[in-house]
């Protein structure tokens, strides 16, 4: 067995021990770092198929952002974990279906590469990794389907935000147009009154000390 090939079934056990504690993980932490393990060792296996630039990308925006966005979510929510696996079992017979389908799907498309090894690898695919030649294809010959792509998720980014900014009952709001033109005089009223205590009005205390005085001698 050659070296390469050794690391790429030591990779993906890993990604299938991580990606099993993903889904049987009660704390929803660990599953998320389990999740981060995941990514990484995905990263490594497309290293070894000479993709470095999926693999960086998969490292940078699922491990840099996304994960660390979705650990900020779990850990800053108190999140029921019990409730929500209560119907667990009543979807697992539909999940497994899913992923029996998916399992059998992929081994009909990587079934004939395991039966004949022999195959020879195009010579373009020596290059699909390469960023270089990845860009080159993008923006020569399918511009057109990567800017609606990026049309797309402008889109999703915008309905996003149009989404969280809309007018709630349940949720506090203010118009931010109106707090940056608003100035001090809008917010401070200074009002002149009389001095209520019995130190600043003497009269009151003196009138105070005769009432004292009165219901003593009553009593």
């Known amino acids: 067995m050659e070296f390469i090939t050794a690391i790429f079934y030591v990779f993906s056990a890993i990604l299938i021990f991580a990606a099993t504690q993903v889904i049987t993980a009660r704390n929803p932490v660990h599953a998320a770092l389990f999740l981060v393990l995941s990514f990484f060792t995905a990263a490594g296996i497309w ?4 993709a470095e630039f999926l693999a960086i990308v998969l490292v940078l925006v699922y491990v840099g952002a996304v994960m660390v966005l979705f650990l900020f979510v779990v850990m800053m929510l108190d999140i029921n974990i019990e409730k929500m696996r209560e119907g667990f079992w009543n979807h697992f017979p539909l999940a497994a279906t899913v992923g029996v389908l998916i399992v059998l799907e992929m081994s009909a498309v990587l079934w004939r590469g395991f039966l004949r090894p022999d195959n020879k690898v ?3 695919a020596d290059t699909i990794g390469n960023t270089k030649s990845l860009g080159i294809a993008i923006y020569t010959h399918y511009p057109f389907a990567f800017e609606i792509a990026a049309a797309i998720l402008l889109l999703a980014i915008v309905a996003a935000v149009a989404l969280t900014l ?4 349940d949720t506090k709001y203010f118009d931010p147009a109106k ?3 608003i100035k001090s005089a809008d917010r401070i009223r200074i009002v002149s009154m009389k001095a209520e205590s019995e130190r600043a009005n003497p009269d009151t205390a003196a009138a105070a000390a005769v009432a ?5 001698k009553g009593a």
Do not use: I, Q
């Open 47 to 50: 290293l070894l198929l000479k």
């Open 122 to 124: 195009p010579a373009a």
């Open 166 to 169: 809309r007018r709630r009952k």
């Open 179 to 181: 707090a940056v033109k």
């Open 212 to 216: 004292s005085t009165e219901e003593k």
